[in-house]
């Protein structure tokens, strides 16, 4: 029968300390400070939220029983604790603000149908169908070339209609994206025939 080897004996490392010394008054800090070094592990250590505290006893060299106590920081775990910044305070949103129309010269009488009569004729309710029939008068009747703002705020005040619109201009930016308003230039528009024939076609309920 093969003899077995033997396996190797385990082996076992101790590192042991001794300290004598004859220290004057006030250097036991100084000691501590250096044994804590010593026997304190070489890896990285984090701050505990609650480092343990341990009052070693060092008896002096007299052997009467006296001895220092010095509170050393054993933190064997230190955990960095995150600080939660606080985050920035929004900016606080601003309202934009547009241009109050202004009422034009007009003679609302003119053509072969006032404006009033027109209004009242069509009776328009919404803001796109009011827009869309005082441009077709402006247009058609007041022989305005371009259409702006104003001279549908104008039309509305004469029809004694409410402009609560924070924005003139933006119907008539929505009439044109219909494709019933076509830019003459920045801010002013012409009626084409699709306009001027939804128009012709309203008729003021009973």
């Known amino acids: ?16 300390f001794y300290v ?12 501590t400070i250096a044994i804590t070094s010593a026997i304190r592990p070489t890896h990285v250590l984090a701050r ?7 009052a070693p006893t060092l008896t002096d060299g007299g052997g009467n029983g006296s001895s220092d106590h010095t509170e050393l920081d054993e933190a064997s775990e230190i ?14 949103a601003t309202r ?9 010269e007009l003679n609302m009488k003119a053509g072969d149908k006032a404006w009033a009569e027109f209004a009242q004729e069509k009776g328009p309710t919404s803001h796109r169908d009011k827009y869309l029939v005082a441009a077709v008068w ?10 702006t703002a104003d001279h549908v705020f104008t039309c509305y ?23 019933l308003l076509v830019p003459a230039s920045r801010g002013k528009f012409t009626v ?15």
């Open 1 to 16: 029968m093969p003899k077995q080897n033997p396996s190797p004996p385990t082996r076992s490392k101790v590192r042991i």
């Open 20 to 31: 004598d010394a004859d220290l004057a008054q006030g250097d036991m800090q100084e000691l």
């Open 48 to 54: 505990a939220s609650t480092p343990s505290r341990i």
């Open 79 to 92: 955990i960095e604790e995150p600080v939660n910044e606080a985050p920035p305070t929004p900016k606080a």
């Open 96 to 104: 934009r603000t547009y241009k109050k129309p202004q009422p034009v």
């Open 138 to 147: 402006l247009q058609e009747y007041a022989k305005v070339q371009a259409i």
């Open 157 to 179: 005040k004469a029809a004694d209609w409410t402009f609560d619109v924070s924005d003139p201009a933006v119907t008539l930016r929505a009439l044109k994206a219909e494709g």
């Open 192 to 206: 084409n025939h699709l306009g001027i024939a939804e128009v012709e076609k309203m008729k003021a309920k009973a």
